[in-house]
């Protein structure tokens, strides 16, 4: 070994123990001669990565098809109903997305680990002791999926096809928002599960959305909840104080049975029907698999869903 590797290896051994390990992947010596690529992940942290990657684990599903549209090799994820490409189905499984089997992650040998921001990073010491780098990524906005492909294609060393990817993504949304009239709707956004409702903040997938079209979210200034900053607190009288024109609804758990209770609530409450978007009949259930997890690169699916509840007669199958 040269004097000049040495010394390389104690510059990056100093740099990781200065940083400390929620700055830092796994500490991984480096020569300061050739690396594959650095990446500052959405932790903030920057990650070297000595070669390109090619046993890729994943811990989101949502992960999944940007990864593979800018060519990087992926070999476990999580299991998912709502977000799982038929090319992944047979890859090893880490367990729930909530719950990632340490084990079975393990076991993949991965060369690095793409953790879901706000939900996985509790795996980060045991990847830091097993000397297998991490890149912590949140995908829900449109804005975080746009720099997500980015940190996938330096991944891959395939810059230009997420270059690719962005532009056109971009240009189908622009287009679908220039197709809207431009007319300033006030907008509620509740989000239900067997547990209850919430509302939702311009953080979240739907209120970003609300926010490209140039809606107001009724709910924008509240205060979030502790453990969720894209959510806060649902107060029926709030909402009847707010009174939206347009409410829409994301949901988790069984659509059909959190619709259908939800329907029958709403009929019984005398509350909810003095509601402006109650009383139009302008209420719409969002899709799960565009609104409860990121929509990823089918972002412009989901802006046009939105689009079309409000303005069916814009984007009919004739148009």
Same mark, same amino acid.
């Given at each position: ?8 290896? @104690? ?12 700055? !830092? ?39 999944? *098809? ?23 189905? !047979? ?37 830091? *002791? ?66 209850? @409702? ?46 939206? *024109? ?10 059909? *049975? ?38 990823? @690169? ?22």
């Amino acid at each position: 070994m040269t004097k000049k590797f040495l010394s390389a290896i @104690l510059i990056a051994g100093l740099f990781l123990s200065g940083c400390g390990a929620e700055k !830092n992947s796994a500490p991984v010596e480096v020569s300061q001669e050739k690396v594959f690529a650095t990446i500052e992940d959405d932790a903030g942290r920057n990650i070297v990565l000595e070669k390109k990657p090619e046993r890729i684990v994943v811990t989101s599903a949502g992960f999944l *098809e940007p990864l593979h549209a800018v060519g990087a090799e992926v070999v476990g994820r999580p299991d998912s109903k709502n977000q799982m490409p038929d090319w992944a189905k !047979n890859l090893a499984s880490v367990g729930a997305v909530y719950q990632i089997d340490t084990e079975r992650l393990l076991a993949c040998a991965p060369d690095l680990v793409v953790v879901n921001k706000g939900m996985n990073e509790k795996l980060l010491p045991v990847l830091e *002791e097993n000397k297998i780098p991490a890149l912590v990524v949140e995908l829900k906005t449109f804005d975080d999926v746009k720099r997500g492909l980015k940190i996938f294609s330096a991944v891959s060393g395939n810059t230009q096809a997420g270059e690719k990817i962005i532009r056109d993504m971009d240009e189908a949304i622009k287009d679908i928002v220039e197709r809207v009239p431009k007319k300033n709707l006030r907008v509620a956004i509740l989000h239900s599960t067997a547990q209850g @409702l919430t509302v939702q903040l311009d953080g979240s997938i739907a209120g970003s959305i609300v926010k490209m079209f140039g809606w107001e979210n009724v709910a924008a200034g509240m205060t979030p909840l502790e453990k969720n900053p894209d959510a806060a607190p649902y107060s029926m009288e709030t909402l009847a104080e707010q009174n939206p *024109e347009i409410i829409f609804v994301t949901s988790m758990g069984d659509a059909d *049975e959190i619709k259908s209770n939800m329907m029958k609530a709403i009929e019984s409450n005398d509350a909810w029907q003095a509601i402006g978007a109650v009383k139009n009949n302008r209420l719409y259930f969002l899709p799960q698999d565009l609104f409860l997890l990121s929509p990823g @690169l089918r972002y412009p699916d989901a802006v046009k869903k939105m689009a079309e509840l409000i303005y069916p007669e814009i984007f009919s199958a004739k148009n």
